[in-house]
């Protein structure tokens, strides 16, 4: 059975108590002050796009989902981050079209589904 | 710190060698280095083998001592080093710093990689070892797709098109119809380039380097040593490992690799040149796209004008700076291990004015072996002793 969707408007990523850095995670320190002292924290899902593509031809674990398409998104919180577009609602998942999303526009995470964020275009752009 | 120079080098052909074991392909290639520079086995002092996926290719380790065992080799240190795709670049590396600090005169750098008897599922999956499987790895991601994220990037930033690219394609397959070595030349029209599958949006078939078998091997010796041999003189002007962030988001730019670019400006002051005396690059094509950031990351191209250049032939032979005069990974092959290593036996080819795409007037090359998802990388200058 795959993952349900949960959605979510908030992303959970590291912070370091020691000295504020915030970190997509996993890590076991802080790569900028070295401390172990590491706290989840949620922070907004919104961002802007840096980039995105379609992978048509997915590794063995991910060839039941059809093609996906892989984004990195600069959240305005701070941390870059990899997740994925949601596949357009009217041609649902296994998509072979890619989101018109291009980089630098905004999008805004949607929610989850097992370990991936998802995330979308703004409307209003 | 001592002079470094290439005294012998070998190479299999790249491709499909099915009948061959992988210790056999590794000890063709150092066999052959060795026989060339006239050099007695019992003198190499240590051996570094470049390999990134035996284990679960083939189901082979301590390649290391197996291959000298098979050359040969006295009791010497035989180490093997991994670092994906920049596998024989960092043996190349160990090889020249052994020599370099007095470690020893001789010593010996093979790359060696076996992928064509495995199935595309099982190479992939080995593959994409070479990602942080616990960042990346979870969106599905994999090594075409990052080309893919760089590409729109670039389009979208420098408004590079498809049709520069496919230059890259186009020159490099090309070039490749004149290296014997080469798996995977031919002369191909932008046509058949949009007419190959989509891979990851831009990236089509055609855009990636074939799985390949292969190995290449280089003997690196002391300026003393080098003095009795009978081969050319090369010298080892600069090498350089630098390490990039190991996941894609971790890069502060999808549009360079900084491990490409620390590396390239270490081997410039430490061969006390600047981009504009390379003759020629061996860079690390894994994708036509990582050709045109290469260039730019390696300072031989001005910053977002890696597809004008292609387009325009300035990184033909004859052009401004040709790049990739044997056909690079796209024609060549990507024997993962083999790679690094064979960039350095063209360059070698190409300084002693015997390449069989021969740059004119080649006196200073320059190789570029690049990692993972950018997290290793080695850039290393060779230049003619007289140059």
């Not at chain 1, 790569?31 to 840096?50: N, Q």
């Not at chain 2, 010497?76 to 020893?104: D, M, N, Q, W, Y």
């Not at chain 2, 893919?148 to 498809?162: E, P, Q």
């Not at chain 2, 390696?298 to 040709?322: C, N």
Request: charged content about 20%; glycine content about 12%; proline content about 4%.
């Amino acid at each position: 059975m795959p993952d349900a969707f949960e959605e979510l408007q908030e992303v959970t990523v590291l912070a370091c108590r020691a000295c504020g850095a915030l970190d997509p995670g996993p890590r076991e320190l802080c790569t900028r002050c070295g401390s172990t002292d590491l706290e989840s924290k949620r922070v907004a899902g919104t961002g802007t796009l840096v980039s995105s593509t379609m992978i048509r031809r997915p590794a063995a674990a991910f060839r039941g989902e059809g093609a996906f398409e892989v984004c990195v998104v600069d959240l305005d919180a701070g941390p870059r981050i990899t997740g994925r577009l949601m596949p357009d609602g009217t041609r649902g998942r296994g998509t072979t079209e890619p989101d018109n999303v291009e980089p630098g526009q905004r999008v805004t995470l949607t929610g989850q589904r097992g370990e991936i964020l998802y995330f979308a275009g703004n409307q209003d752009e | 710190m001592r002079r470094v120079f290439v005294a012998g080098i070998g190479s299999t052909a790249f491709g499909r060698h099915s009948g061959t074991d992988i210790e056999a392909l590794a000890i063709k290639a150092g066999d052959a280095a060795i026989r060339e520079s006239g050099v007695s086995r019992k003198e190499v002092g240590a051996l570094y083998l470049g390999n990134f996926v035996a284990g679960p290719l083939v189901g082979q380790e301590v390649l290391a001592g197996l291959v000298a065992d098979g050359l040969g080799l006295g009791q010497i240190p035989c180490t093997k080093v991994e670092g994906a795709c920049a596998s024989g670049g960092i043996a190349f590396r160990h090889a020249s710093l052994a020599i370099s600090t007095g470690a020893c005169d001789v010593a010996i750098a093979v790359g060696v990689e076996k992928m064509t008897g495995a199935d595309t599922p099982t190479v992939t999956a080995a593959l994409n070892c070479a990602m942080d499987n616990r960042a990346d790895g979870v969106s599905g991601l994999t090594f075409p797709g990052l080309f893919g994220l760089v590409w729109k990037l670039h389009a979208a930033r420098y408004g590079t098109t498809r049709s520069d690219v496919s230059s890259v394609v186009r020159k490099n397959k090309a070039n490749g119809l004149r290296n014997p070595l080469a798996q995977m030349a031919a002369h191909i029209d932008d046509e058949a380039i949009l007419n190959s599958a989509l891979i990851c949006d831009p990236l089509r078939l055609f855009d990636c380097c074939p799985v390949s078998d292969g190995a290449a091997a280089v003997l690196l010796v002391s300026e003393e040593v080098a003095r009795a041999c009978s081969t050319p003189m090369v010298e080892v002007a600069a090498s350089v490992q630098t390490r990039g962030s190991a996941r894609i988001a971790g890069h502060p730019d999808l549009c360079s690799f900084d491990a490409t670019v620390a590396a390239a400006h270490a081997a410039y002051d430490m061969a006390g040149l600047s981009p504009s005396d390379i003759d020629f690059v061996e860079l690390h094509d894994c994708f036509s796209i990582a050709e045109i950031v290469d260039s730019e990351d390696l300072g031989v191209v001005p910053r977002g004008q890696g597809g004008i250049w292609a387009r325009e032939g300035r990184t033909r032979i004859g052009g401004d700076v040709p790049i990739n005069p044997s056909g690079g990974l796209l024609a060549k092959g990507h024997p993962v291990g083999a790679t690094g290593i064979g960039q350095i036996y063209e360059t070698v080819l190409q300084l002693r004015g015997a390449h069989p795409n021969q740059v004119k007037d080649a006196a200073i090359g320059l190789t570029h072996n690049l990692g993972g998802t950018g997290v290793a990388c080695t850039v290393n200058i060779l230049r003619r002793s007289d140059a």
